[in-house]
């Protein structure tokens, strides 16, 4: 008799492996378009801010237009003067020592060519002050002798 063949059973194919490619590739999609909306969500908030806080302040004052011509005072040129009047100390200290207050007053008084171009920072041009000369030196005479300091420079 023929041996019949025994059965043998025939393990199954293995399965197929999965790739997690495509998997990942649609997590960090989502990741990113997670992050990107909260980043833009965070930057129109805080430039939402920044026009409201520039929307609150004040508008700036025009710029000053410059006087056309020279300085009044810069045609009496340097000036040595032989008196002074004395200088306007109002009963407090000054801010520097008086020795170097004097000294700059006195140079206002002999050099107005040089301190009418010189602009004063402090504002007081809105108060018509053309030139740092016009913060030291409150009136002249015709000559250009200095007869009134103008407290002002002592800031």
């Known amino acids: 008799m023929p041996k019949k063949p025994a059965n043998r059973v025939q393990p ?6 999965r790739s997690y490619t495509a998997l990942f590739v649609i997590a960090l999609a989502v990741v990113v378009a997670i992050i990107t909306a909260a980043y833009m969500r965070v930057g129109r908030s805080e430039l939402d801010q920044q ?4 929307a ?3 508008p700036a004052p025009p710029p000053l237009a410059p ?3 020279p300085p009044v005072n810069a045609k009496f040129g340097p ?7 004395p200088l306007p100390f109002n ?3 000054p801010p520097r020592p008086a020795e170097v207050v004097g ?3 006195k140079f206002a008084a002999e050099h107005p060519e040089v301190l009418g171009y010189v602009p ?3 504002g007081c041009e809105r108060s018509g002050h053309r030139g740092n000369d016009d913060c030291f030196v409150a009136r002249r005479e015709a000559n250009g002798d200095v007869t009134e300091w103008e407290p002002h420079g002592m800031t």
């Open 12 to 17: 199954a194919p293995p399965a197929p492996r």
């Open 51 to 54: 026009t409201q806080d520039a």
């Open 56 to 58: 609150a302040q004040p």
């Open 67 to 69: 006087l056309p011509g």
């Open 79 to 85: 000036h040595k003067q032989a008196g002074l009047p």
């Open 91 to 93: 009963g407090f200290p």
């Open 103 to 105: 000294a700059a007053y």
């Open 120 to 122: 004063c920072y402090c």
